[in-house]
């Protein structure tokens, strides 16, 4: 119930900022990987395979709403450079606990630097392959900045941009597999950013399962 309002607040997002994931500054790409296409390496046509030396690595992470799962693991999976070895590793993925509306992490780069990418991985056999959820950052020099908003406080109201919406569910099916999501500049920069905050919520609520196997995020520096 802590998390309904995160859950509305996203949706709302959603439905009346779509075009804030197709902006011309911002480019989405999301692509899927299922059967024997789905290995370990995490290899896509258009997508970087996820690094152990970006950006990311040396990033401070913190959880900012809800609670990660007593089967997942720690929040510092999501940087390490280490993967899960198939379609249902638990411990080598970071997932918020079942039964909850998702919940909210950060990363503080330690710096403001400018992101060409950020790119997010998740595998999972059913619908906690996909992956939903707001992306906003930060310099963290704006007034009122809030570092850590709650589940009743929209980031953009506390110094935070939404930079894009993702939602790589499928029309049809339970959008299993592997995904990897990547989003860029058009002109090679993203933004320049500190910080950034994963708004996030579970790809369907028919069971308590839903959330998200996220397996490693990315965060590329422009050279």
Known sequence: ?????????????????????ARPEVKVTIENN???????????????????DDAASRAKLTLVVGAKDSNGAELRALTDGLLPNSEDDP??????????????FSLDLGRTIEISQV????????????????????DGTGPGFNAEPDNKTDPAACGWKLVASVDTRPAQGVGGGQYGVSLSGSDGLLGRYRYLLFDTVPT????????????EVDVVERK
């Open 119 to 138: 790119n997010t991985y998740s595998w999972h056999h059913s619908t906690r392959g996909s992956q939903v959820y707001n992306l906003y950052a930060s």
């Open 204 to 215: 369907e609520y028919e069971d308590p399962f839903g959330n998200t196997f996220f397996s």
């Open 91 to 104: 411990r080598a993925n970071f997932f918020f606990r079942a039964g909850s509306d998702g919940g909210r």
């Open 34 to 52: 299922t059967g024997s296409a789905a290995t370990g390496s995490f290899q896509f046509r258009n997508i970087p395979s996820p690094a152990r």
């Open 1 to 21: 119930m802590i998390h309904k309002i995160s859950y509305l607040s996203l949706t709302v997002v959603v439905l009346l900022n779509l075009i804030a994931a």
